[in-house]
Structures are given as C-alpha cells and as structure tokens.
C-alpha cells in the first residue's frame, strides 16, 4: 500500500533554512505530480509547492522566492528546500500526490516545521 514518510523538520530561527524529504512507496513515483502541503491547527491544509511527472513546478505566492521542490524519481524522493523562514511559515508539512481522489487515503503523519526566535 502506499506510504508516505516525511521527515527533516525542527525548530529554527526567523531566516533559517530546513531541508524537507519525503519517502514515497507503493506508487509509481514518477508517474504522479506531487506536492507538499502544510496546515497550522484550524486552518485548511494548503498546497505549497508542487511538481509535475514532467517536472513543472507551481509554487504558492506566499513561499514563491524562498522554498525549491524538487524529486529524485529512481529514489521515489521529493524534497522541499526551505530558506528564509519566517514564523508564517510554522506548520505541519507533509507531501502527497496531487490527484485529490487518490491522495485523500495517503496522508501521513508529516513534518513539524516551527519557525520562533
């Protein structure tokens, strides 16, 4: 069955960096866009970056500049370079496919990413 682990998150300062991984099985990665998503405690969960099976990527604008996803296709990785963080950017982070059927089923338990002085 499908798997999705996340991991790299912690706490960092305002204008730190994090590097987010994230270990895909039981899909056929690189077939499938994915993305990451992060949601704050009452908030809708938001897509922040997301990349395609031919490699577009789509970024929101509040992390447009700061935040690089990429995949690694023979290794079913998807990453998610964080720079410049600001406290805005504290959440859960977590990747999934972006076809909204099929990822409903496929959430894990994802990254904490908190950003304070």
């Known amino acids: 069955q499908v798997r999705l682990v996340e991991s790299g998150g912690g706490l960092v300062q305002p204008g730190g960096s994090l590097k987010l991984s994230c270990g895909a099985s039981?899909?056929?990665?690189?077939?499938?866009?994915m993305a990451w998503y992060r949601q704050t405690p009452g908030s809708q969960r938001e897509s922040v970056a997301l990349?395609?099976?031919?490699?577009?990527?789509h970024y929101a604008t509040s992390v447009k500049g700061r935040f690089t996803i990429s995949r690694d296709n023979p290794k079913n990785m998807l990453y998610l370079q964080m720079n410049a963080l600001k406290p805005e950017d504290t959440a859960v982070y977590y990747c999934?496919?972006?076809?909204?059927?099929?990822?409903?089923?496929?959430w894990g338990q994802g990254t904490q990413v908190t950003v304070s002085s």
């Open positions: 999934n496919l972006v076809d909204q059927a099929a990822r409903n089923n496929y």
């Open positions: 039981g899909i056929i990665f690189s077939q499938n866009a």
């Open positions: 990349i395609t099976k031919l490699g577009t990527i």
